[in-house]
């Protein structure tokens, strides 16, 4: 989470409206109890929203690629037991906005 974030925040002011910045994740996924998609990253969660917030602050204006290999079925009870999720695909809504596209497995 820090060194993702911290990646992120580096790129400020360098990626530009003619650039493509590129984000791959592969790795477990999960719901809060609140029903919102998170990474799990060494332990510790990024939610998606937060994730949208830095990639949007990090480039504001380039074309937003964002691949995210996980299914966020929160394997080996990672998920947590009372999230509710009535609809998954509403918890990618934060990755969705103009110039950005999002590939999820």
């Not at 911290?6 to 409206?17: D, E, I, Q, S, Y």
């Not at 380039?62 to 999230?83: K, M, N, Q, Y």
Request: no cysteine.
């Amino acid at each position: 989470r820090t060194n993702l974030l911290a990646a992120l925040a580096a790129l400020r002011g360098k990626v530009l409206g003619a650039d493509r910045l590129v984000v791959y994740y592969a790795g477990q996924g999960l719901f809060d109890i609140a029903g919102r998609a998170a990474l799990l990253l060494d332990g510790d969660t990024l939610t998606v929203e937060e994730l949208a917030q830095a990639i949007a602050a990090a480039a504001p204006k380039a074309e937003v690629v964002i691949v995210l290999d996980t299914s966020f079925a929160g394997s080996a009870g990672r998920s947590h037991p009372s999230a509710q999720v009535s609809e998954p695909e509403l918890a990618l809504k934060p990755l969705q906005r103009a110039r950005w596209q999002v590939l999820a497995a």
